[in-house]
């Protein structure tokens, strides 16, 4: 353990909550197991964290900065519908979103964080799937963005969390499914103006 003042404390306990919360879920994380897993006097989760919540809502939102920092880069390349659909599928994170989500049910500021958090993320995806249905000449009345945006995410998250519990009937199929929907749309695109990139 260390003593006195600790420098990269902050950072190791916000690292050992979201591994153990990964891990053990979200019900493991108390003051003694984080202080313990990161290797600090238990009551430094205090002096950094006035509560456990506190906590979770750093861990929370530096997960969710970097992620939104990962999707506004993705999205600038040439195929940014098959940028979102890998980032969606990426199967690293779906323990951690999922004891969040349970957790979110229980801690109204987590539950507010999550709802900040995924509004960013509709406002990305969507301005993404605008600026590939709209260079394709697709009829954004037929086909909003922000509904094409949410079935091609939210098919991907219907993977990963089916998968978590070791479901996947029909995953197969939804994977060709989408594989076939995002190769229409995967020609380079006209190069962008500053209006047009994702905030």
């Keep these: 353990m260390t003593g006195g003042k600790d420098p990269g404390a902050r950072l190791r306990l ?7 919360i990964s891990e053990e879920g979200y019900a493991a994380a108390t003051s003694r197991r984080v202080a313990a897993a990161a290797g600090v006097r238990s009551a430094l989760v205090y002096y950094y964290f006035p509560t456990m919540d506190d906590l979770f809502v750093a861990v929370l939102r530096e997960g969710a ?21 890998l980032i969606n599928t990426d199967t690293r994170f779906t323990q951690l979103n999922l004891e969040f989500m349970a957790l979110a049910n229980h801690r109204k500021a987590i539950g507010a964080e999550l709802k900040t958090y995924a509004e960013r993320v509709r406002d990305i995806e969507t301005a993404a799937v605008t600026l ?68």
């Design 65 to 85: 900065e970097a992620a939104l920092d990962r999707m506004r880069a993705a999205i600038t390349a040439d195929d940014p519908l098959r940028a979102l659909w």
């Design 14 to 20: 916000m690292e050992a909550t979201a591994r153990i």
């Design 132 to 199: 590939v249905l709209r260079a394709y000449g697709i009829d954004l009345q037929e086909f909003p963005p922000i509904v094409m945006s949410m079935l091609l995410t939210g098919a991907a998250r219907i993977l990963c969390n089916e998968g978590a519990v070791g479901m996947e009937q029909g995953h197969k199929e939804l994977r060709a499914f989408v594989e076939r929907f995002i190769s229409r749309f995967n020609a380079p695109l006209p190069p962008r103006s500053a209006a047009d990139r994702p905030a």
